[in-house]
């Protein structure tokens, strides 16, 4: 599909963190093993899935510096092990180098989760140096168009070019993809794709409708035939490529008949 054919009728954003969901009720209280901290709602992508909330370009404060490295400690205190840092884009943050030589004196894994913008070979050489384990490098689709025309900027050759600095430091290649109605057709090029580009993991995480993602939810909602499609490819993948890499298909929360296990279990 090109970017002609695709509908214009999407709302897209003009340019800190959801609160977490209340626990249910449980037999013993365990550690909250991973912390995703989302350390802004700024991003130069506008894409149409995205859960950021929708007045968030009225939320003119983040935490500092010094605030977040008081969640990190606080969180390790209570047992995390684990720390994603997204957002938004996590790497507009200038003090991303900071936060994750922090992080990683407290004992934390890190986790870069980002779409590659504001990213560079010596930048990603310095996150490496300031002890980050590991970056996951988000696609919006495996054709220029429609990577392109998802995002709303000219992303796809840079996220590429960043893949391979992101493997020539030494990282893991872990890749991931939004899924709905327009790429879902697209799904085993997205996985040649990845293959392609050396990943050791692939995480095919459908939409969950929040924020912008639930305004244009009438656009992007596949049909559970498409998503059924879909899951079938990515099982014939699985048989064919054995261990070579990863893939990782994140069911929706629509069409079940109960709220999703993170990370499908």
Known sequence: MT?????IAFQRQATVAAPAMAATAAPAVTPPLWLLAELTYRCPLQCVFCSNPL???NIDQELSTQQWLRVFEE???LGAVQLGLSGGEPALRKDLETLVAHARKLGFYTNLITSGVGLNEARIAALKQAGLDHIQLSFQDSTQAMNDFLSHIRTFDRKKRIAAAIRGNGFPMVLNCVLHRFNLPHIGAIIDMALELGADYLELANTQYYGWAHLNRAQLMPTRAELQQAEAVVETYRQ????RCKILFVIPDYYEQR???CMNG
Do not use: H, L
Request: proline letters at 17%.
């Open 3 to 7: 970017t002609q054919e695709a509908p």
């Open 55 to 57: 007045d968030y370009a």
């Open 75 to 77: 969180a390790r205190a």
């Open 240 to 243: 064919r490529i054995g261990t």
């Open 259 to 261: 709220p999703k296990p």
